[in-house]
């Protein structure tokens, strides 16, 4: 397979090559002729109002990570890099190298992580997570097409909707351009290979941009070397994804583009029996334009199509023996988004956006379970679709000079329908469950009012309040799931989550300094957690049969979780070769319920670290050579709902060194978690804890041309 996936990407990047160069085919005058300007990306914030904005005008917790920040980085994964985001986390400490997808939901600011996104993750304003189960494939964005990344931590849901209760992550990619082309390759320990490569070229009405990565992600073992049994292999993953993209200029003020993407990717989970593979395809085409009068607009339509498939197995450690539990062999999924929206300073000094959205998502769930004498002897089908309306308003006004003031509200019709779950004895042939489940609705409205004071020159003051939601996903909805002995049920009667924030700070900017502090609170009504319901050995509704050492969880809405924090990012430049940053985060995440689930009020939310830091720098001491590090700390924390397990603190140090033979070729070495200290990822009821990845190094070649 991986030969065969080896040879597609040299054909792709040969034939893109081919193509580009022979542009005489594609264009009336010579490559050489400039792309028009409104191909190329100004300097400014747009995800945090969804407006073009400059730098320092807007009232949020924004961070970007420049690109820059991004080459000198030694992560080769984005969910990597952006954990030097304090509040930045995953539902697992674990990389995606080796993270089974179902893990990969982000969440900011520490109100808690689950499989699913808690912050919608963007890629160039499009919708990154998975249609079915809210997660993000973060193979699929590969690193050398991305421009810069936009944080902005705080409640996002009044201009984002559904899944930016805790912030967005807008992932810009670089346009293309004429001339722009580059190929990086590296090479690392346990096997580790990374290939990508980006051409782009551009004519005189448009540009296109073709990109390729493959990634053989290494392997390693999760469980410590005394607790490994006969059936513990090494996890693993290999990765493909191709993309094109071409932008066409309709007009000197109007641009149209048209990209899409196809990944594919498998997994090795650790043991003989557990595996996954995903294969996905996303599409996206959108219009920008401005009128004569100034007045902006936008349309976009979106969409992705995606088949999974995961086995999942029961382990006996004790005699060394491992039995399939769950196979579900099809999993399909597909969604669909429209969007549109306009702004225009209608009245002096108010500039005005206006919008609306539709998003629709449809999946299903086949599976075998229940092993019984060499054969599973259950088969369930599950699943649903689900619809979400939004329409949204905000006005930027600018009463005196130093003062901006930011209004919006946006209102969501959300509707799950469709629902089934059918069982069937696979042994008799008889059905066991025939069941529809009933539609559900709900209205949220999402309000956000902030407030930009230019105190000085360098100093401005901010202060905002919001509320936000989250629709549980179809997955949450209707696929139960195991990791090793653990068993998690669905819930079809799940409702949504609903944030309430508020958040008070300062960016102080002297070009040589920078300093953000943001001081927050954060309430959760009825989140989704996967709640405790009993321990194994025996029937535990509604799990079934739980073996010994498991136990059962159900996702349930619980009261409230109440999340108290500041979190500080800082910058400063010692000298033109030398820049130092950091980042601090403190997060006190409780968790307020009652009634059936009373045993937990109190406790910490788990999965969320009290505290998280990041320093590091960027050293360039002659002009062809580059250091970079950076040290990431993140404090202990709890793996489950009863805070009986704890995962312990850890310190990670990256480090990367780059070195310019010429203008365009590049020698690299980078190391990841370079102390090797194998840090606590989850820890199962029969107290087996499985870990992050040892130290990696990887080095290579890149070659680079054009803007």
């Not at 810009?172 to 980006?198: C, F, S």
């Not at 094109?244 to 989970?269: H, K, M, Q, V």
């Not at 999993?331 to 306009?342: I, M, Y």
């Not at 956006?353 to 449809?362: I, P, Q, R």
Request: charge should be negative.
């Amino acid at each position: 397979m991986r030969a065969g996936v080896l040879r597609v990407v040299f054909a792709l990047v040969v034939v893109l090559l081919c193509l580009l160069r022979a542009n005489g085919g594609l264009a009336a005058e010579p490559a050489s002729a400039p792309p028009p300007q409104v191909l190329e990306t100004p300097p400014v914030k747009a995800t945090a109002t969804r407006i073009l904005r400059p730098f320092g005008a807007v009232p949020a917790s924004v961070l970007v990570i420049d690109g820059e920040r991004l080459e000198g980085s030694a992560s080769q994964r984005l969910d990597d890099l952006l954990r030097a985001v304090p509040g930045f986390s995953l539902f697992r400490r674990q990389s995606s190298l080796l993270a089974h997808p179902t893990t990969q939901g982000a969440t900011l600011r520490g109100i808690g992580a689950t499989g699913a996104s808690r912050a919608l993750v963007l890629v160039d304003g499009v919708p990154a997570q998975d249609p079915f189960g809210g997660w993000v494939y973060w193979g699929r964005i590969p690193r050398e097409i991305v421009d810069r990344i936009e944080v902005v931590r705080g409640g996002g849901s009044s201009l984002w909707g559904n899944g930016a209760m805790s912030g967005v992550i807008n992932v810009i990619t670089k346009p293309p351009r004429d001339g722009l082309t580059a190929i990086r390759a590296e090479k690392g320990n346990r096997n580790t290979t990374n290939v990508e490569t980006l051409v782009s070229r551009a004519w005189t009405s448009g540009a296109v941009r073709g990109d390729a990565a493959y990634l053989d992600g290494g392997s390693s073992y999760l469980v410590a070397g005394g607790d490994r049994v006969a059936f513990d292999t090494r996890a693993d993953s290999r990765e493909l994804s191709l993309g094109l993209r071409t932008d066409w200029s309709l007009s000197p003020r109007w641009i149209a583009s048209l990209d899409g993407r196809y990944f594919d990717e498998s997994r090795d989970n650790g043991t003989e029996l557990s595996d996954n593979d995903t294969a996905n395809f996303s599409a996206h085409g959108g219009i920008e334009g401005e009128a004569p009068s100034g007045a902006g607009f936008r349309a976009d339509a979106y969409g992705q199509i995606q088949e999974f498939h995961s086995r999942f197995s029961s382990q006996d450690r004790d005699t060394g023996t491992e039995l399939p539990s769950l196979d579900q062999f099809d999993v399909p999924a597909g969604s669909l988004g429209l969007g549109a929206r306009g702004w225009h300073e209608i009245v002096e000094n108010h500039l005005m956006l206006v919008g609306a959205d539709y998003a629709f998502a449809d999946g299903e769930t086949n599976e075998d379970f229940r092993y019984i004498d060499g054969a599973f002897a259950r088969r369930r089908k599950a699943g649903g679709r689900q619809h979400t309306v939004g329409v949204y308003a905000q006005d930027v006004w600018r009463p005196v000079e130093r003062l901006e003031v930011t209004v919006g509200l946006r209102g969501d019709y959300w509707r799950s329908e469709d629902g089934e779950r059918r069982e069937r004895d696979l042994v008799l042939g008889t059905e066991l469950v025939d069941s529809s489940l009933p539609a559900r609705d709900d209205v949220f409205l999402s309000p956000r009012i902030g407030a930009l004071v230019q105190a000085t020159p360098t100093l401005a003051l901010r202060a905002s309040a919001y509320r936000g939601f989250r629709a549980p996903t179809l997955n949450e909805l209707y696929r139960p799931f195991r990791v090793r002995n653990d068993i998690t049920e669905a819930n079809a009667d799940l409702d949504l989550e609903r944030l309430t924030g508020a958040e008070l700070g300062f960016d102080f900017d002297r070009g040589i300094a920078t300093v953000a502090a943001t001081a927050f609170v954060n309430r959760i009504d009825d989140p989704i957690v996967n709640l405790t319901i009993g321990e194994g050995p025996g029937d535990v509704a509604p799990c079934g049969f739980v073996p010994d050492g498991g136990v059962c969880r159900q996702r349930r809405n619980l009261g409230e979780t109440r999340t108290v924090g500041v979190e500080v990012d800082g910058g400063l430049e010692l000298s033109p070769r030398l820049r130092l940053h950091g980042g601090y985060l403190f997060s006190d995440a409780e968790i307020r319920s009652s009634g059936s689930a009373a045993a937990i009020d109190g406790n910490e939310v788990p999965q969320v670290p009290e505290h998280q830091a990041v320093v590091g720098f960027d050293w360039r001491p002659r002009d062809r050579v580059g250091v970079f590090f950076e040290a990431r700390y993140v404090g202990d924390q709890f793996d489950d709902d009863a805070n009986e397990r704890e995962l312990d603190d850890f310190v990670v140090l990256d480090a990367a060194l780059t070195f310019a033979l010429d203008d365009h070729w590049e020698l690299f070495v980078r190391g990841e978690n370079l102390l090797g200290d194998r840090f606590e990822v989850a820890k199962t009821a029969d107290g087996l804890t499985t870990y992050g990845p040892a130290a990696m190094v990887h080095g290579g070649v890149r070659w680079r041309a054009g803007p």
